[in-house]
């Protein structure tokens, strides 16, 4: 039966996870009719190159630390079973096959919906799923297809101005960025000396 649970998916590749997706993924939770939001680690984004990246499962380990001590949020694996590079339309398609009983919408930032129109079968997404989208700075502008379309629904989130390229090249260059990671996030990773 549909319907029970309202799940948002929040994809990301989080190389690392920083305060701003946390933030983020809380705000919706906790401010929204959410009943949790899921964090979805993708492998590979199909509009991004894979060999910079920190193998997959390090990336994951991070979300679940990251998460722990929030029960309305979870860390998804769901992606790494599934062919790459990862496309949404067909995580959500196997995301309704495994859990029929939940109602699943998206959530993304200002500077995805400027470039919605260059996923993969975008419109079959906006057809069937929700769309939660938070402000963000960013360049470019939203295509007037999607400004006041009855599935997308802006959601007034605080900014958070960080991102993980920025966090990776600080601790390249040996500076202090513990403030902009989730604490338990920040430990594990100068343990296992990841970035350097
Ligand atoms: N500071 C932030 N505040 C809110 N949303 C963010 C922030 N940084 C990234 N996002 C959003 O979180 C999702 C996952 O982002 P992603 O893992 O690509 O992080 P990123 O910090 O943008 O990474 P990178 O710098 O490596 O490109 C995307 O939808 C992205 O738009
Ligand atoms: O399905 C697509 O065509 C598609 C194209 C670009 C991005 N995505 C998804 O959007 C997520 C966030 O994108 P990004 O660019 O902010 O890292 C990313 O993890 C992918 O799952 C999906």
Request: with cysteine; hydrophobic share 40%; charged share 25%.
């Amino acid at each position: 039966m549909r319907g029970s649970k309202k799940i948002g998916l929040y994809f990301g590749t989080f190389n690392p996870i920083h305060v701003g997706h946390l933030t983020i993924a809380n705000y919706m939770v906790e401010f929204s009719d959410l009943d949790e939001v899921w964090l979805v680690v993708t492998p590979h984004n199909p509009h991004k190159k894979k060999n910079s990246l920190l193998d997959d499962v390090h990336r994951l380990t991070m979300v679940r630390i990251a998460v722990e001590d929030y029960p309305k949020l979870k860390a998804s694996s769901i992606e790494f079973d599934l062919p790459q590079p990862n496309y949404t339309v067909n995580t959500l398609a196997h995301l309704e096959e495994k859990y029929p009983e939940y109602n699943f919408c998206l959530i993304m930032g200002e500077d995805n919906l400027k470039s919605f129109h260059k996923w993969k079968n975008y419109e079959v997404i906006l057809d069937r799923y929700a769309i939660y989208v938070y402000p963000r700075i960013s360049e470019g502008r939203t295509e007037s297809q999607f400004i006041d379309h009855p599935a997308i629904s802006l959601v007034e989130a605080p900014i958070m101005e960080l991102s993980s390229t920025f966090i990776r090249n600080a601790i390249k260059k040996n500076k202090n960025i513990r403030p902009m990671l989730p604490d338990a996030v920040w430990k594990y990773l100068d343990e296992m000396n990841f970035y350097r």
